[in-house]
């Protein structure tokens, strides 16, 4: 069954330092998509990809965070200079169709920032 | 107004009885309501799904009821197993799989 896969699984880094969270997404799928959810609270939406371009980014994906398809089959969220409050579980999505289709999830990538 | 609430936040059931999940929306705006259920370790995964020109939809022992005017809908778990045992959330979306999620529900059956 294809799946999202994502890496790091955990990523301990010092606060201010750069950040890269890597997503490889289902083949066939053309939407990519960031969640993240803090320790205890609610999965967030981040920002949603298409096509080479950022379609939709939520308050939370300030001008520290980044994302790009740099090579066709990876998708990578980039946080720029990191902040205790970015401690979280990054979740990747991929889906088929625009809106409201089927997302599918990686297991996460889980960012400490000490 | 893009908050979707979920209740309870923990959930203990015996194997064989009941799961029932509720959540609450307030933006009218919304138009497809999935449930993901996920595992420790795992990324969440999607259970069932509906949109608001149905009141019921039944996959198996997943069935979602929706009630359009009171902005609610919940998720009935029937006959739950131990394999059942997981974090339940809910979300809602209006376009674009920006999904907004409920505060998730903690399941444990018990054998």
């Known amino acids: 069954e294809p799946e999202v896969t994502q890496t790091p699984s955990h990523q301990v880094t010092q606060m201010g330092q750069e950040v890269i969270l890597r997503c490889v997404p289902i083949?066939?799928?053309?939407?990519f998509y960031w969640y993240r959810q803090i320790l205890g609270q609610k999965v967030e939406f981040l920002v949603s990809?298409?096509?080479?371009?950022?379609?939709?980014k939520s308050e939370i994906f300030d001008d520290q965070f980044s994302v790009e398809r740099p090579d066709g089959s990876n998708f990578t969220l980039k946080i720029r200079s990191t902040k205790l409050e970015d401690s979280a579980m990054y979740f990747c999505?991929?889906?088929?169709?625009?809106?409201?289709?089927?997302?599918?999830f990686g297991e996460g990538s889980r960012l400490t920032v000490l | 107004q893009q908050q979707v609430k979920q209740s309870p936040q923990s959930l203990i059931v015996q194997k064989g009885g009941i799961s029932i999940i509720n959540c609450a929306y307030e933006?009218?705006?919304?138009?497809?309501f999935p449930w993901y259920q996920q595992f420790p370790g795992k990324g969440p995964a999607l259970l069932i799904a509906?949109?608001?020109?149905?009141s019921e939809k039944k996959e198996g022992r997943f069935t979602i009821s929706f009630n359009k005017s009171a902005k609610q809908f919940s998720l009935h778990i029937m006959d739950s197993q131990p394999g059942d045992s997981a974090t339940y959330f809910c979300?809602?979306?209006?376009?674009?799989?920006?999904?907004?999620f409920g505060g998730g529900t903690r399941l444990m059956v018990k054998p």
């Open positions: 083949s066939n799928h053309l939407y």
């Open positions: 979300a809602a979306d209006n376009a674009g799989n920006m999904l907004t």
């Open positions: 990809f298409y096509n080479n371009e950022i379609s939709e």
């Open positions: 933006n009218t705006a919304f138009d497809y």
């Open positions: 999505a991929s889906s088929f169709l625009a809106t409201t289709g089927e997302l599918f």
């Open positions: 509906i949109r608001p020109d149905v």
